[in-house]
């Protein structure tokens, strides 16, 4: 997660009660000034050069989900449920029912007040994950993120290194797509997370707030092109790069996880370190974030 700073830095540190300083670049992101590794690993050993200018021309539609018809494609997607603050003191419970929608071509997530509020376990809301997972592309979800009513709800469009079952977070590294927390309307943020850089610690790269006016009124595509050398973050457009984190040189397991499987997640928090840093407006509920598409790309291996 993230705060801000200067959003013109490509790397810079942030500060805030949840997140102590970390890594920040925007606008126009310009590379760091980091050694750049040859891309030598085995199973990048048959990919064109990604640092080619026309390298993501080559990009195939391999897996997506348009939420067409009237249900949720459980073939896709399932629902990860509970009700322990999933470590981020949030008070949402996480169920499967009356908290998704699919109609009129969009995906609904709501969060909503089941309780008497101000506590934990008086709401409810959704968190779904995508059965499959991927290992490189260009990914992108086009959404909408609730209407601003007030304090309260932390929505976040995600990613999780599918091996967080035997090595746990933040080890299993993440990859934030897109988060919003409705205390700083009108801005949202891209960050990574690994075992050298998260929140816990003071140190996640983000790119700190994102200025975007029409965030909670408008469809937007929130994007990240990822290969064995770079991730960076874009929105709308992937010549709008607002985030970029090359491999670290030298390469560790600590400091680079995203040479694997990582899956999507979707969700509305509620409250939590972040999200409810001032608070929770029970009078901003239902609130309801829109997903019109998830889509990964990918570059076909060459033969030769």
């Known amino acids: 997660m993230n705060l801000n700073l200067n959003r013109f830095a490509s790397i810079a540190l942030l500060a805030s009660l949840w997140m102590l300083p970390g890594c920040q670049s925007s606008g126009n992101a310009q590379e760091p000034e980091v050694n750049q590794p040859a891309d030598d690993t085995p199973d990048t050993a048959s ?45 949402q419970n996480y169920v499967e029912d009356g908290v998704t929608e699919v109609s009129e071509g969009t995906l609904k997530i709501t969060a909503r007040k089941v309780g008497s509020g101000g506590n934990a376990g008086d709401y409810e809301s959704a968190r779904l994950n995508s059965r499959q997972d991927f290992t490189f592309g260009r990914l992108e979800i086009r959404a909408r993120i609730p209407e601003h009513k007030g304090n309260g709800i932390w929505p976040a469009l995600w990613m999780l290194g599918s091996n967080i079952g035997t090595v746990g977070w933040p080890h299993c590294g993440e990859i934030d797509i897109m988060e919003y927390v409705s205390f700083e309307p009108d801005q949202m943020h891209f960050s990574i997370h690994s075992s050298a850089n998260n929140h816990m610690n003071g140190t996640q790269i983000t790119s700190g707030p994102v200025p975007l006016e029409t965030v909670e009124e408008e469809f937007h595509v929130y994007g990240v092109l990822w290969t064995s050398k770079y991730l960076k973050f874009y929105l709308d457009d992937p010549a709008n790069v607002e985030l970029i984190f090359r491999r670290p040189i030298p390469t560790t397991a600590e400091n680079w996880p995203f040479s694997q499987p990582f899956y999507f997640l979707m969700n509305i928090a509620v409250g939590g370190n972040w999200g409810g840093l001032q608070g929770v407006d029970d009078s901003i509920f239902p609130a309801t974030m829109e997903v019109d598409y998830v889509r990964v790309y990918q570059v076909p291996r060459s033969d030769g």
């Open 47 to 91: 990919l064109p050069d990604v640092d080619a200018p026309d390298y993501w021309d080559d990009a195939e539609l391999v897996w997506s989900d348009e939420f067409d018809g009237d249900a949720l494609d459980t073939e896709k997607w399932r629902f990860e449920t509970g009700a322990h603050g999933w470590g981020n003191n949030e008070w």
